[in-house]
């Protein structure tokens, strides 16, 4: 798998350790959002291995991905903010890099690949649910960057028939996450006694998924997901981040005073929302509630200082 170093890749590392008999090789150039301290509670597994190497680098990739029966492709730049600062890594990663896992899964001849995307490729959604088939209409560098990796993965299904699956899931919360994404940038803020910023009125909608519901998500669709087909991967969470952000201050045990007000981002979506009837079709449930998942993920960053921390300032 590409990019299990990071949150969500090394959250599905260990889903495939503890839920399946499979082994896993994670290969990862360990950028800023990566790092083998993520991974540390895995090191002794005899089924993991690490391979350190950049997706843009097709030797390297070639030789990690021979002898593997499939392929789950995570690496990415993922986050909003910076992409709108400096898109160059975003096209780079996301296009050319995703093009090139694509072509070597080809000439491996790999019999399953899977390509993890995000709803943030439908654009702002102000009624109702995005199904699978509806236009893409990204409105930041990072979702453009990923809607071209999401056609870039379908191509090589339709012109060379690989066994490739794309998901699309909503934001992602949970343990490793790295803090400059909303809950895990809030929480720590928090317990820095520091103000917890947030965008414009608050009012933008999201739909929270726990990483863990993902996960199972993804592995489902790995074992029984159609060649070409789409996923959405959302828990039905959509919650205005003002909400979203009382639920933290009163799992924190702090008032209002601690939550600052900032300049919105430039072209903030203002809602995003996914129709999860195909997921739910193949056999998908998520299995904690958003309250229960905040609650653990908060527990989470309270007691893992010695892993967040140093990264409040990297990158």
Known sequence: MTGGAGFIGSGYVRHLLAATDHEVTVYDALTYAGN??????VDDSPRYRFVKGDIGDPGTLE?????HDAVVHFAAESHVDRSIAGPD???NTN???TNIVMDTARRLELPRVVHISTDEVYGSVEVGSSLETDPLDPRSPYAASKAGSDLIALSYFHTYGLP????RCTNNFGPFQFPEKAIPLFTTNVLDGRPLPLYGDGLNERDWLFVDDHCAAVQLVLDRGGPGEIYNIGAG???????????LLALLGVGEEMVRYVEDRKGHDRRYSVDITKITELGWRRRRTLDEALAETVEWYRANRWWWEPLKGAG
């Open 237 to 247: 969470n959509e919650t205005p981040n003002r909400v979203l952000v009382d639920k």
């Open 63 to 67: 030789d990690a991905m021979a002898g």
């Open 95 to 97: 296009c050319f890099g």
């Open 89 to 91: 890594d975003f096209v």
């Open 164 to 167: 490739v699956s794309v998901t």
């Open 36 to 41: 083998l301290s993520t991974l540390r509670d």
